[in-house]
């Protein structure tokens, strides 16, 4: 089955930097990678995702990445703000199965 | 706004004891998935249904059971509670056209075992 791997586990960054987050995962029949963030008490929300017919997408401050021949897809956030503060967690699915998530990253933006 | 609902936000059983976990969407969703939280462990899965009364095992199934007789819930239920079931218990649900798209979590329960 599917094996997702996420790092960093922990990510400090000043207000403003960039932060980024790398995942690789094993079934290259996998065709699906969204990214989801955590806030406090909540569940996972849905962020970005990004199909495998797609190399990169954007959607204002964040960005997903995919390297295919890799196996490995990025999350990318710009500018970033005290309110990014959360866990991210990667994901991995062919169709039609169920998503396998990374263990995720705990974002930390100090200002 | 659509919503995944979860019973309990924290729940506190004795070892041994049958727990009952629900979920209830109102999104007409197909798919519906239970998931555990652990720190340092991510999200696994532990069961998923993609229809009503039909159930496929995730990765950790074992000391675990669901039960889905209407679209709208999926229960999730401990036949035999251990301390080893501690743990934030996640409940999504997803749009059709595909397993994997759209996921809409609830707020989690988390379930202390003593």
């Known amino acids: 089955g599917e094996n997702v791997e996420q790092h960093p586990s922990t990510l400090s960054v000043q207000e403003g930097d960039s932060a980024v987050i790398k995942c690789t995962y094993s079934?290259?029949?996998?065709?699906?990678f969204p990214w989801y963030k955590q806030e406090l008490g909540k569940g996972p929300q849905l962020i970005i995702d990004?199909?495998?017919?797609?190399g990169e997408k954007k959607d204002q401050r964040i960005a997903v990445t995919l390297n295919k021949t890799a196996k490995h897809f990025s999350l990318h956030i710009t500018e970033t703000q005290p309110e990014d503060s959360a866990v991210y967690f990667c994901?991995?699915?062919?169709?039609?199965?169920?998503?396998?998530f990374g263990k995720g990253t705990t974002l930390s933006v100090s200002s | 706004d659509v919503k995944v609902t979860q019973s309990s936000r924290y729940l506190v059983k004795r070892t041994g004891e049958k727990v009952f976990l629900e979920c209830v969407q109102d999104?007409?969703?197909?798919?519906m998935f239970w998931y555990r939280q652990d720190p340092g462990l991510g999200l696994r899965l532990i069961y998923f249904?993609?229809?009503?009364?039909?159930?496929e095992k995730g990765d950790i199934p074992e000391g675990y059971s669901v039960s889905r007789e209407k679209k709208e819930r999926f229960s999730l239920i401990l036949e035999s509670a251990s301390t080893n079931q501690t743990s934030m218990y996640l409940c999504?649900?997803?749009?059709?056209?595909?397993?994997?798209?759209?996921?809409?979590f609830g707020s989690g329960t988390r379930l202390t075992v003593v």
């Open positions: 999504a649900s997803s749009a059709p056209g595909g397993v994997s798209y759209g996921y809409t």
């Open positions: 079934d290259s029949a996998s065709n699906y």
């Open positions: 990004i199909r495998s017919n797609v």
């Open positions: 994901a991995a699915s062919e169709a039609g199965t169920a998503l396998i």
């Open positions: 999104m007409d969703h197909e798919n």
């Open positions: 249904s993609y229809d009503v009364k039909m159930k």
